[in-house]
Structure formats: structure tokens, C-alpha cells
């Protein structure tokens, strides 16, 4: 909370968990293309200061400038988000606007070479707009799909703005439902490729990997797998001076998917037996390349 003002204006702010804003407060909040686009161009030419200057740490004016602009931003997609505005009529569905910004603030609140002021500001942005700005379970899961393939997956190398996009986007993936309709899909392309390869009892390990990069949830899977036994490995040695820690989002995922790829297998109808049904043989070839993908790093652990 705090207060401000001159000789003929007087400004006050107070913090809450909960709290509204209207589409049009004056200097703050105007919902329109217009103020979009002036808030990624201001982004646009401060971030690209950032980038090309060698100079560390960046100039304060900087700093400031883009901390202002995301927290302004941040308002826009507040406003939009609780007062149900259609992304299309302010120009954010997939329009060269709405990439820029999402590749902007997501770049921002996930790179490990970011000012701490600056990548806060980021985190919450996304945490407020991040329906706007990844609308689609699709778009989180390739988001979060190459976030991951970019990190160096020694334990001691993830970065905070790294755990921030993997729990956020995992916590959206199992939302709205995107967990469950990414399981569905990767069901039907098992049991295309079954009829596709019917004089093959068993796939090896090289079409195996092909495969699994092929299948968007099954690559998730694999990553989020390497991402689960890196924080297990920084866990174990913190686990002397923070015991009982609580599981990761992604840990949770993983176990909600089991659990989803179970219920394929064995069907809520009793009429329907187990491992007869049509969906239920490409739920049990989708369980089998996940054991192999949880076997793995086990495997390496042994040897």
C-alpha cells in the first residue's frame, strides 16, 4: 500500500489477493489493439537493448521501462481475462501481435539470463494472461515441449525462471482439460500405427525414439520424465535440511496420466472386458513405450 500526489493530483494503491478492474481506467487500463500494440513496441525496442548490449548489468531507465510496461500489460490481460474479452477483437488471436508478446514475456520469465526485477514482473504477467497468451492446450504443451529441450538437465543447472514455466504451464495443461484430450489423441495415433504394422510384433528401440518424438504427449512425457529425476536429484541432497517437501506439478502430471492410462485399459463398464476393447489395445501399446521411457534412467543408474 502507499500514497502519492502533487499540488493537483493525489494517487493511493493498496494490495489484495482478490481484486477487479474495469476495461477502461484512465492512464492505466484501456482494452483495445491499440494499446497492445504500443505496449509490444515498447517491449520490443527495450528487450532489444538488452539483448545486443553486452554492457551487464543493463541501464537502470531500462529496467524500469520494461518492469512498467509488463506491469501495465499484465493489467490489460487481467481485465480481459475476468471480464470474458474476445482475444480476436483486441487483435491477439494469432496475429503477429500475439506471437510477439507471448514470445516476449515468456522469453523474459523464463530465461536464466534475466534481471530478477524484470523476470518477476514476467512471471506475473504470464501467471494473469496466460489463457490470452497460450490459449490452447497445443500451444502449452510445444511451449513447454521446447522450453525443456532447451535446458541443461544437470540438477544444479535449472533456473528459477525454468521451474516457474514448467510448474505454470503443466498446472494450465491439467485446467482445462488438455491432459486428458493430448491422451485421447496420442490413443488414436497408437492404434493407427498398430494397423499400420501389424506384421511387427514389437517395435524396436530406434522407431521407438523416432515415434515418440513424433507423438507430441509422448515427448512431453519423456522430458517432463528427465525433468522429474532432476529435481529428485537436487531433492536428495537437500533432503537433510528440507525434509517433506510437497510434489511438483510435474510430478503430478505424470501420475494423473498414469492413472488416465490405467482407466483406458481397464473400463468403467463391466459389461466391457478388460484388454478387448479397440481403444483399450492402443492404451496398452501407449502404457508399454512409457514403462520403457520410466525404465531408462533407472537403467543408467545400475549399469
Same mark, same amino acid.
Given at each position: ?109 523464463? #530465461? ?135 510434489? #511438483? ?55
Amino acid at each position: 500500500s502507499g500514497a502519492t500526489g502533487d499540488a493537483n493530483n493525489s494517487l493511493a494503491t493498496e494490495r489484495s489477493d482478490s481484486w477487479k478492474v474495469g476495461l477502461h481506467v484512465m492512464f492505466v487500463v484501456d482494452i483495445c489493439e491499440d494499446t497492445l500494440l504500443r505496449l509490444e513496441e515498447l517491449l520490443t525496442s527495450a528487450c532489444d537493448d538488452i539483448l545486443v548490449n553486452t554492457d551487464w548489468p543493463p541501464p537502470q531507465h531500462t529496467e524500469c521501462l520494461i518492469v512498467s510496461t509488463l506491469n501495465i500489460l499484465r493489467l490489460q490481460l487481467h481485465a480481459m481475462t475476468k471480464h470474458q474479452v474476445d482475444p480476436a477483437s483486441v487483435g491477439m488471436a494469432g496475429s503477429r501481435l500475439h506471437a510477439s508478446l507471448r514470445r516476449l514475456v515468456v522469453e523474459l520469465a523464463s #530465461s536464466a539470463f534475466v534481471l530478477e526485477t524484470i523476470q518477476a514482473a514476467a512471471q506475473a504477467t504470464l501467471q494473469a494472461g496466460w489463457s490470452i497468451l497460450l490459449p490452447t492446450a497445443d500451444e502449452r504443451a510445444r511451449t513447454l515441449s521446447s522450453l525443456l529441450s532447451g535446458s541443461e538437465w544437470e540438477a544444479n543447472n535449472l533456473s528459477q525462471g525454468h521451474h516457474f514455466m514448467t510448474d505454470l504451464l503443466v498446472s494450465s495443461l491439467m485446467a482445462d482439460g488438455g491432459l486428458e484430450t493430448s491422451l485421447e489423441a496420442a490413443i488414436k495415433g497408437e492404434l493407427a500405427e498398430l494397423k499400420d504394422s501389424d506384421s511387427e510384433s514389437h517395435l524396436d528401440s530406434e522407431s521407438h525414439d523416432k515415434y515418440s518424438t513424433a507423438v507430441p504427449l509422448l515427448h512431453l512425457v519423456k522430458q517432463l520424465l528427465r525433468n522429474c529425476f532432476a529435481q529428485s536429484e537436487m531433492s536428495l541432497q537437500t533432503l537433510r535440511h528440507k525434509p517433506g517437501q510437497q510434489r #511438483s506439478p510435474s510430478l503430478n502430471l505424470l501420475l494423473r496420466f498414469q492413472r488416465l492410462l490405467v482407466s483406458q485399459i481397464f473400463p468403467h463398464n463391466k459389461q466391457t472386458k478388460p484388454y478387448e476393447d479397440e481403444n483399450s489395445h492402443g492404451a496398452q501399446s501407449l502404457l508399454h513405450k512409457y514403462i520403457v521411457l520410466l525404465t531408462k534412467p533407472l537403467t543408467k543408474v545400475d549399469n
